[in-house]
């Protein structure tokens, strides 16, 4: 057994479902003090976060990561204990194989490896772990940039080890991500009979052309990374549950995928001009959990994109695709970010799982990544 396949392992079996860390960051940094890392526990809540360093000079890499994982779902569905890590026909089971314990096993192998190899090595190397990845992401990683942007800590590059490989594995580097802001709207009228509609006014009916208008609107075309802005509608709730009653409301749930090619605050200026145009009574709370980012083909994804071509000979798209991520965060102090990891097909659910024979090779190209940058 590797030593990054029987990390992957220790960290699998341990039951860290969010926002618990539950003693796998102990072990990270059992690993990385020997290495000269410095190690900082930042505790937020109920969150625990690592930030571990090793070097003064520039530039600066860090690897970025969770050790909290989803809830398991029912047990009974599993083929195997979740929290047991199992192997079966080339395959590891287990929650947080694929999301993403294998991939921080291969990233503290393969920079033990790259130190042990390269003991003069130029530059700092750095390790940022949350355990607020797959909950609110108010405590974790936020917190952490946050605080490096206090000390005015400089991070050059960033490699977050999510599951991106999509098809197979090293298929797909992602070099951004969309922003996510949702919106909770309240078209207000007035509750009557439904027998005396000219004693009431209807939100649903009032509603109907503002709603065609924003699922028709075209927000942008997006740009070579990303695809078009979408807007969704989630949820619509009206009535009392009798069918006599015209509403006194309308909650209208919608949630906007965005690019950089356009802003939270344009967007939802663009959306009260349209609410407004129909004079409509009205109450909306916007929410933004996340900024859109982008790192275009640069260094970094140059010397990710060489790492894996080198070790397993395919050529990785670069992809915006999907939801977001922590990288929303590092990107805010880091102008070089992107993610690469397993294949996603099985993460949040049962019976999440890795193909052992990818686990190496992952180790592999996260360790000749360094040596792209640094050597």
């Known amino acids: 057994m590797s030593k990054t396949l029987k990390l992957s392992e220790q960290l699998i079996a341990i039951e860290s479902v969010t926002p618990l860390d539950s003693g796998c960051q102990q072990i990270i940094k059992d690993i990385l003090l020997p290495l000269g890392f410095a190690c900082e526990s930042i505790q937020s809540g109920e969150v625990t976060n690592l930030w571990a360093k090793k070097g003064s000079t520039q530039p600066l890499i860090v690897f970025a990561g969770h050790t909290d994982v989803v809830p398991t ?6 083929t195997t204990d979740p929290f047991v890590p199992t192997i079966q026909d080339g395959i590891l089971y287990g929650r947080g194989a694929a999301d993403m314990k294998c991939s921080i ?45 206090q000390r005015g800590e400089q991070i050059d590059f960033c490699v977050v080890g999510e599951p991106t490989s999509s098809q197979q594995f090293g298929d797909t580097i992602k070099n951004g991500r969309r ?6 709207l309240v078209i207000h009228g007035v509750q009557g009979h439904i027998a005396y509609p000219q004693l009431a006014k209807n939100p649903i009916h009032s509603s ?33 549950g009798a069918t006599n009653v015209i509403p006194g409301h309308l909650n209208i749930d919608f949630n906007f995928r965005f690019s950089t090619v356009s802003t939270s605050e344009g967007l939802q200026q663009r959306v009260h001009a349209i609410l407004d145009k129909h004079n409509l009574k009205y109450d909306l709370d916007w929410t933004i959990s996340g900024q859109p980012f982008l790192t275009p083909q640069g260094l970094l994804s140059e010397a990710l994109s060489q790492a894996i071509f080198s070790e397993i000979g395919l050529r990785a798209e670069l992809s915006t695709s999907g939801g977001t991520s922590d990288g929303r965060f590092i990107a805010q102090i880091c102008p070089q970010v992107v993610e690469f990891g397993p294949i996603n097909a099985s993460i949040h659910k ?26």
């Open 350 to 375: 049962i019976n999440e799982h890795i193909a052992v024979s990818e686990i190496e090779p992952l180790k592999n190209i996260y360790r000749k990544t360094l040596e792209n940058i640094l050597c």
């Open 105 to 149: 096993a291969a990233m503290l192998v393969a920079v033990e490896e790259f130190i042990q190899q390269h003991p003069d090595h130029p530059g700092s190397i750095g390790f940022l772990i949350t355990s607020d990845e797959e909950g609110p992401a108010i405590h974790g990683t936020a917190v952490v940039c946050k605080l490096l942007k």
């Open 73 to 78: 779902g029912p047990l009974e569905k599993w």
């Open 179 to 184: 922003g996510s802001m949702s919106g909770k």
């Open 208 to 240: 109907a052309a503002v709603i065609t208008e924003l699922a028709q609107e075209v927000w942008d075309m997006g740009n070579e990374y990303y695809l078009p802005t979408s807007f969704q509608i989630s949820n619509i709730h009206a009535g009392t």
